[in-house]
């Protein structure tokens, strides 16, 4: 099994930064890699960014690529999720999840998900 916990979320204005963390603890090693996905209320949760546990690959959603980028540090057991340029449409709570199949952007392709972390940009 593995534990995971967000953290790093809070209010920003538009055009802001933000860092969210997820650590990890128990079973840490798993074929595939980490996510970031995100829910808006009253919408699907959706995909953001995934990171193979190599670190070489990173896979972004078009409505955050060139904004976000995903991480991690090994040695803490952390994947990252820096949010540059944010935007009030990316209001929502941003959940990490580890991928356990070969589809990227698949909310079916995660398990293990975190309890999320509230992001809110306003305008």
């Known amino acids: 099994q593995v534990q995971l916990v967000e953290s790093g979320g809070g209010l920003v204005q538009a055009g802001g930064s933000l860092r969210l963390s997820c650590a990890a603890s128990?079973?840490?090693?798993?074929?595939?890699?980490m996510g970031w996905f995100r829910q808006a209320p009253g919408k699907e949760r959706e995909f953001a960014a995934t990171?193979?546990?190599?670190?070489?690959?990173?896979y972004y959603a078009d409505s955050v690529k060139g904004r976000f980028t995903i991480s991690r540090d090994d040695a803490k057991n952390t994947v990252y999720l820096q949010m540059n340029s944010l935007k009030p449409e990316d209001t929502a709570v941003y959940y990490c999840?580890?991928?356990?199949?070969?589809?990227?952007?698949?909310?079916?392709?995660?398990?293990?998900w975190g309890q999320g972390t509230q992001v809110t940009v306003s305008s």
């Open positions: 999840a580890v991928r356990v199949a070969a589809q990227l952007m698949e909310v079916t392709s995660y398990d293990y």
């Open positions: 990171i193979n546990w190599s670190g070489r690959n990173t």
């Open positions: 128990g079973r840490t090693f798993w074929t595939y890699g």
